[in-house]
């Protein structure tokens, strides 16, 4: 393989991981938000602590989802990390 094409691969690639990244650091982020707001909502409106709850869960899923995809291993670190965060708090609200 040329090396201009090896080293656009590369490119490619490293700029790949840096969008996961970004897209499950979004994604906890939002997962977090909506966990505050179920705890907040709830006892005062159930209907919406239920469907931040709801999206909050989804939140793990799809992170759980993508996870495996990291390929280094500080960055998997602060995923999984953050991650646990956000199950404690949901697992809190039940």
Same mark, same amino acid.
């Given at each position: 393989m040329p090396d201009d094409l090896e080293s656009t691969l590369v490119d490619l690639r490293r700029k790949g991981d840096q969008a996961l990244l970004e897209f499950l650091r979004n994604d906890l982020n939002l997962g977090l938000t909506f966990a505050r707001l179920a705890q907040i909502e709830e006892g005062l409106d159930e209907p919406a602590s239920k469907q931040a709850l709801l999206h909050a869960q989804r939140a793990i899923e799809t992170v759980k989802?993508? $996870?495996s995809r990291i390929n280094y291993e500080g960055q998997a670190l602060e995923i999984d990390? $953050?991650?646990a965060e956000l199950e404690r708090l949901v697992s809190a609200l039940f």
């Open positions: 989802h993508f $996870r990390e $953050r991650l």
